[in-house]
């Protein structure tokens, strides 16, 4: 029996010249003005994920940075980033204040699929910001009724995209704009589905292609950068479409540019890269 051949629209690729920018800023802006980024995550032995993530969304003008994880990580990211909040929560109950001041959350970075969590992205899912949800919030989505927030992210790379969908990651790779658009809409988010060829889909059937980067991204905490790209832009006032667009675009051409080096390239050399990138494309001032 000849299958159903699954309708679709071609993915428009990122073009900088049409990708959304940010506004100039005033010179009388202050800190309140570009938003609060709230990155949660980093169990036992993962710690470096979420700093990864908040030093990204610093560097790419969020106002406010802090940090929700392990308290044993605490010093270690007051060393490393003195300019981000950093907090340590040992239950979910001591993650509520900072939520209610955060503007945009990033969760899954680190997280865990233990008891420690899950209890913290419950409480997580249950507050209204725009979120971006990564790494293990994904697998624990798999197995939690959960609903992400209007205007939230969501980045699988194909394994943990074929685990929300219940199929093969071979599977994912056959049809990756049908398996974006289908997690886009069966969450009501963005889908940014990883890999060579970055696809980002909308719940609409929106879907975009990113063909850049390098081959010496394929390292750890290359995802967690993105996550906190995407989360300042996020802060700093684009909806979740624009924000996937540019965050993708701009971390895929600084490792397309740093990765003519060869191999080695560590995740955070991305982020001086992706700043002056983000300058390039929308300068801080006219």
Known sequence: MPQTKRPTNPAHPLVARDLPGLAARKPSAHKGDFGHALVVGGDLGTGG???????????????????????????AGLARLPEVMCLGVSSANQLVGVL????????????????????LLSVVARSPQAQVWDADALNLLDGEPLALPAGSILTPHPGEAARLLGISTEAVQADRPWAARKLARR???VCVLKGAGTLIAGPEGELALCNRGHSAMAGAGFGDVLTGVLA????????????????????????????VQGRGLAASDLIPVIRKLLEEHSACQA
């Open 49 to 75: 994920s979420v700093l990864l993530s908040a030093e990204a969304a610093l560097r790419c003008g969020t106002g406010l940075v802090s940090v929700a994880t392990r308290p044993e990580h605490v010093v």
């Open 100 to 119: 209610e001041r955060a503007s945009v959350v990033v969760v899954g970075p680190g997280l865990g699929q233990a008891a420690w969590g899950r209890s």
């Open 187 to 189: 969450h009501a988010s």
């Open 232 to 259: 300042a832009l996020l802060a700093q006032g684009l909806d979740a479409w624009q924000a996937a667009q540019l965050g993708v675009w701009l971390h895929a051409c600084a490792g397309e540019r740093l990765g």
